[in-house]
């Protein structure tokens, strides 16, 4: 096999670990909520944002689009919210446009998020937002480690964990003359 060739099955293979652990489980590793530019209120206290969307999926799933706009609809006289359906998503979950709420009763779009995950009919929501794979590690004495990022006598790692952070099948050996 080519190195161009392996270069390509790598990619492929994180592009799929990513696509299926990365997207459904990133949440847990980011903070609470991720403030959008052009956050405006307006003089009724309604609280409006600019693309923002949630996901959210109920215990019973939308049967259909209709269903799930009249779902909308009866939320936003629930919790007195200005959502917009946007559309189904697979795993039975549905994306919701964030149009405005009202601010004098929540603080923010996480306020409101958690109330919709007090909903019993709720089994989840979260803000729906750009996730990008970040492996460089998070060790506090990173800095200290100029191996793995000098470019003449380092490794020059932090690029290559983009692209692969190894393989069971690939053996390491490290021979120290104590030199």
């Not at 980011?30 to 959008?36: A, D, F, I, M, R």
């Not at 909308?72 to 795993?91: A, I, K, P, Y």
């Not at 089994?123 to 003449?152: C, F, G």
Request: hydrophobic fraction near 35%; charged fraction near 15%.
């Amino acid at each position: 096999m080519s190195v161009i060739n392996r270069h390509f099955v790598c990619r492929f293979i994180i592009f799929v670990l990513l696509a299926y652990c990365g997207i459904t489980h990133a949440s847990e590793y980011l903070p609470g909520h991720l403030k959008s530019s052009g956050q405006k209120i307006n003089s009724t206290g309604t609280y409006h944002t600019n693309n923002q969307r949630i996901i959210i999926k109920f215990k019973t799933p939308s049967r259909s689009v209709n269903f799930a706009e009249n779902r909308v609809l009866m939320m936003n006289q629930q919790l007195n919210t200005n959502f917009e359906f946007r559309r189904l998503m697979s795993g039975q979950a549905e994306v919701w446009n964030v149009n405005g709420f009202d601010r004098s009763l929540y603080s923010d779009l996480s306020a409101v998020i958690q109330q919709l995950n007090q909903d019993p009919s709720v089994e989840y929501a979260e803000e729906d937002v750009r996730m990008v794979p970040h492996l460089v590690p998070n060790d506090s004495l990173y800095n200290q480690q100029w191996h793995y990022k000098d470019t003449i006598p380092g490794m020059r790692l932090p690029g290559a964990w983009d692209v692969s952070t190894g393989s069971i099948a690939v053996n390491v050996a490290v021979l120290d003359t104590g030199y």
